[in-house]
């Protein structure tokens, strides 16, 4: 029997132990909720619960909270004793300070400082309003640092700061001290009890980032409630992703510049009739957006250092991607209407060579340049045009603005898709058919189709897994194949645009 007993005791050791401390905490927690409601302004009674609960803050409680968590929302039971305890002091001034808070009352006057926090609240109507602070030294061990499902590591990088006022008191204003100085990509959070089916979590809605330095976040909010700041602590990102990026950026600039001067070398050889003069016209237009688009790139990422931040310029370098990304794949989309036009109605006459070129380049930069302004214009007066973290690109947390590129991207794509199979059939039917005269027209046609069916699917790809980025943002594999097919963009327009055209090889 005692044999026994000892092996059960080893093998069931921690998992009882964890079994009783959550007991014990989630008692005391249950303890303390039912405590506050026989609160009614003691200075004493109150003093008793910040002295109970600080122990449960501590870091030697971590482990516990991060079992707990797994179980139940005990952390938000946990913060919601102290926010509803918040609202139940009378209007009179008190102060309380213990080893794990800082609670306050007082009436607006000056900002309030504290040595890693500072907070500002407009005086509302001139009249002076009391307004509770509860400034948490620990808390960070107690809710957890998560944010949406598949969001990338973050980490509770400042105070954890309740603040309570007078509804007429529209916004606050913090500014959060640094904890880690490593960190970047900061957020203004506040925590949502109803995230996560009512588990809770951090939100940023309502928050934004004022400014920063390297030592303080300055956040603004219009509500009141629990907030912090989340930073991340993917270092990944920052150093082998981002030399990844570059380097392939680099090699897609390369190939573009390459694609030019062979088009530039062999223009007046390999421009004998209309289709080919335009299929070389959109091939060089394609070419150029992409490697302006990457221009551009490489500008925007240069504000995405904290000290080179310019929300102005990043704006700016965000439109011009936006738009030469946009004006490549409608310059391929001109491409599959000109194959298709050239294919299934008419070989001879109809429009005349001027008029398609207008089309081609009302059509390449016309469409694109409607949409990135209107998106401009719609989501930047809100502060919603650019993502959060400072990262040049169109947002997609708070107004989904990429939308305004995914969608005319991959739409264009699925287009291509189907001419791509009205052509095949076309051109199958009309294979027995012989024309001595029409053999350049359908050799172009045919250079077209075999640009187009590689060019359709692998641009296709790339955008797919650039979705998925968005999707699964902590997935590397997923980043690192975006990244990849994005270096070989130029590459393949080179090779299948010009390269492998016979006419442009003979000329050579």
Known sequence: MTLHLKILNVSLLPSILNEAFALFYSCRISVLVRLKSFFFSSFTLIHNILEIAGPLTSNDSKALWEYLNQRK??????????????????????????????????????????????????????????????????????????????????????KVVLVQKDPSIENVSMKFHILNKKLKDPQCVFWDFDLFDGVGGWSNQGCSVQSQNNETISCICNHTTSFSILMSSDDFKDSEMEDITFIGVGISIGSLVICLLTEALVWKKISTNTTAFLRHVFIVNIAVSLLIANIWFIIGASFTDPENKNPPACAAATFFIHFFYLAMFFWMLATGLLLLYRTVLVFEGGFSKTSMLVMGFILGYGAPLIIAVTTMAVTAPLNKYIRGNHVCWLNWDDSKALLAFLVPALLIVAINFVILLVVIFKMLRRRSEKNAGQAGEQHVLVVIARSLAVLTPFFGLTWSLGIGTIIAPTNREIHFAFALCNSLQGCFIWVFGTLLDKKVCISE
């Open 73 to 158: 929302n005990y952390s938000s039971s946990f913060l919601n004793l102290f926010e509803t305890t918040s609202t139940l002091l009378v209007n009179e001034p008190l102060t309380i300070e213990t080893p794990f808070f800082l609670l306050k009352r007082a009436k607006v006057i000056d900002p309030f400082h504290d040595s890693l926090l500072e907070v500002s609240i407009q005086k509302a109507n001139g009249e002076r309003k009391f307004i509770t602070l509860i400034i948490f030294d620990s808390m960070d061990n107690v809710l957890p640092a998560k944010q949406k499902v598949n969001s990338p590591p973050m980490v509770i990088n400042g």
